[in-house]
């Protein structure tokens, strides 16, 4: 029991260790954020890996996630005669939840692990140690462009995935389940409001700051060369995508709770 009691205090005291550095390194990278001087073509090179080269796959995942949510509702709806429900129930979860959400994960895959390994193979070869020798600031140089860039290319990655995954269930709902067109793109427009779609633009730019904090950090705290780089790039999308569930959570309680 005593042990056992020890294991568990040492687990604690672990986490607050971890979450007081990752809140130490979260203020001073907002304060690098926020003060002169900018590297602008830092931060452009940034928005264009995570917001042109995420396109793709954050738009495949909407389309097809659009054309199932379509395809499941009718068969759930069907049961009730509520059919007709379908083009709301799609636009709501595509632009509330699941474009957010999905593109959160696909770029924390993607773009997580690559902050955290390109960082990390920086760390372990010492050439963050040669910026800080010529007078650069890594947090400045490495660090303010990808959380910019993370913060404002993500709501836009996830506006395109809302269009998209309504269109994949319009799609389905015109061409396979036989509803009427007109029908379909007015059930849509009548029951979205502004809230909708800007809880989800909210939650996309929170969730791309996360995901490239994550991978900073963690490839800005790697050692051990190889093995370490690979542990930190683990690391990085593992604990993006834990905080975007969690996140998630909390900013639809505070968008929806009641």
């Given at each position: 029991?005593?042990?056992?009691?020890?294991?568990?205090?040492?687990?604690?005291?672990?986490?607050?260790?971890?979450?007081?550095?990752?809140?130490?390194?979260?203020?001073?990278?907002?304060?690098?954020?926020?003060?002169?001087?900018?590297?602008?073509?830092?931060?452009?090179?940034?928005?264009?890996?995570?917001?042109?080269?995420?396109?793709?796959?954050?738009?495949?995942?909407?389309?097809?996630?659009?054309?199932?949510?379509?395809?499941?509702?009718?068969?759930?709806?069907?049961?009730?005669?509520?059919?007709?429900?379908?083009?709301?129930?799609?636009?709501?979860?595509?632009?509330?939840?699941?474009?957010?959400?999905?593109?959160?994960?696909?770029?924390?895959?993607?773009?997580?692990?690559?902050?955290?390994?390109?960082?990390?193979?920086?760390?372990?070869?010492?050439?963050?140690?040669?910026?800080?020798?010529?007078?650069?600031?890594?947090?400045?140089?490495?660090?303010?462009?990808?959380?910019?860039?993370?913060?404002?290319?993500?709501?836009?990655?996830?506006?395109?995935?809302?269009?998209?995954?309504?269109?994949?269930?319009?799609?389905?709902?015109?061409?396979?389940?036989?509803?009427?067109?007109?029908?379909?793109?007015?059930?849509?427009?009548?029951?979205?409001?502004?809230?909708?779609v800007v809880s989800g633009l909210v939650k996309a730019g929170v969730f791309g700051f996360l995901i490239?904090?994550?991978?900073?950090?963690?490839?800005?705290?790697?050692?051990?060369?190889?093995?370490?780089?690979?542990?930190?790039?683990?690391?990085?999308?593992?604990?993006?995508?834990?905080?975007?569930?969690?996140?998630?959570?909390?900013?639809?309680?505070?968008?929806?709770?009641?």
């Open positions: 029991m005593a042990s056992f009691l020890a294991i568990l205090g040492r687990v604690f005291l672990g986490f607050l260790a971890a979450t007081g550095r990752i809140a130490i390194f979260t203020g001073i990278s907002l304060s690098h954020c926020v003060r002169p001087p900018f590297f602008l073509r830092l931060i452009g090179q940034q928005m264009i890996q995570i917001g042109y080269f995420s396109l793709p796959v954050v738009g495949l995942t909407a389309i097809f996630t659009g054309m199932v949510l379509a395809l499941q509702s009718y068969t759930g709806f069907s049961r009730f005669n509520a059919e007709s429900a379908i083009a709301t129930v799609v636009v709501l979860s595509m632009t509330r939840e699941l474009a957010p959400v999905l593109a959160g994960l696909m770029v924390a895959g993607r773009i997580g692990a690559a902050m955290a390994a390109e960082i990390g193979t920086m760390r372990v070869t010492e050439q963050i140690d040669a910026l800080v020798t010529l007078s650069t600031d890594p947090f400045k140089y490495l660090v303010a462009p990808r959380l910019v860039a993370g913060l404002t290319m993500l709501p836009l990655l996830v506006l395109v995935a809302d269009v998209i995954g309504v269109f994949g269930g319009y799609l389905v709902g015109v061409y396979k389940l036989g509803f009427n067109p007109s029908n379909y793109i007015k059930l849509t427009w009548d029951y979205l409001k502004t809230i909708d490239a904090l994550m991978g900073c950090y963690h490839g800005y705290h790697s050692e051990g060369g190889a093995q370490g780089v690979g542990r930190a790039t683990t690391n990085a999308v593992v604990s993006a995508s834990i905080l975007i569930f969690a996140f998630n959570y909390i900013l639809t309680a505070i968008f929806f709770g009641t």
